[in-house]
């Protein structure tokens, strides 16, 4: 017993460090636990694995504010945890509240409000991607909007290619179905 509380004492210590073997232990050792409280949350494994993503980039960033000595490193993630459920739930009800809007302008005839049909699709179009929240935000904007190359995100954003690469994956296929949704609203 004394043996997993000196690991798991000098884990949290290695971590607050910034030894990136510490980041990958705490990984492995919590990541299936972060994974299972965001899936009951949000009910979507795609929002659950972007969550997981984005506790672990933040518990990394700001491990200069982890005191071992008050927490044990999975509370600490846990607290982190539970405040991006919050921001996804937060951007899942302003991308409902955004989508009725556009909804609700779509309805009427856009020679009668005197909107131009790119204009809708501009609105869409930011209204979907501002759905997405960070990291996946900056990343389709770097990669789509400032025609940045795959590699030199991750390098900017400080993440894995293949970080990125799955982030846009995921980006795409959540702002497909999020355009669709609104193209059928408004037929």
């Given at each position: 017993?004394?043996?997993?509380?000196?690991?798991?004492?000098?884990?949290?210590?290695?971590?607050?460090?910034?030894?990136?073997?510490a980041m990958r232990a705490a990984y492995e050792r919590h990541s299936a636990m972060v994974y299972?409280?965001?899936?009951?949350?949000?009910?979507?494994?795609?929002?659950?694995?972007?969550?997981?993503?984005q506790v672990f980039v933040s518990a990394w960033r700001s491990r200069s504010t982890f005191?071992?000595?008050?927490?044990?490193?999975?509370?600490?993630?846990?607290?982190i945890t539970r405040r991006r459920i919050a921001d996804a739930y937060t951007a899942r009800?302003?991308?409902?509240?955004d989508l009725d809007a556009l909804a609700a302008v779509t309805d009427?005839?856009?020679?009668?409000t005197g909107l131009d049909a790119a204009v809708v699709t501009r609105v869409a179009v930011g209204a979907a991607l501002a759905a997405l929240g960070s990291p996946q935000k900056e990343i389709i904007e770097l990669a789509y909007f400032s025609d940045m190359p795959h590699a030199n995100i991750a390098e900017r954003l400080g993440l894995p290619l293949g970080t990125v690469k799955s982030h846009i994956?995921?980006?795409?296929?959540?702002?497909?179905?999020?355009?669709?949704?609104?193209?059928?609203?408004?037929?």
């Open positions: 017993m004394v043996e997993v509380e000196t690991a798991v004492d000098s884990l949290a210590t290695e971590f607050a460090a910034g030894h990136p073997e299972t409280l965001a899936l009951r949350a949000l009910n979507n494994a795609g929002d659950a694995e972007d969550v997981v993503q005191d071992p000595d008050r927490s044990a490193l999975g509370a600490w993630l846990v607290g009800t302003r991308a409902r509240r009427e005839d856009p020679a009668e994956t995921r980006s795409l296929k959540r702002l497909r179905s999020s355009l669709e949704v609104s193209e059928g609203a408004s037929d």
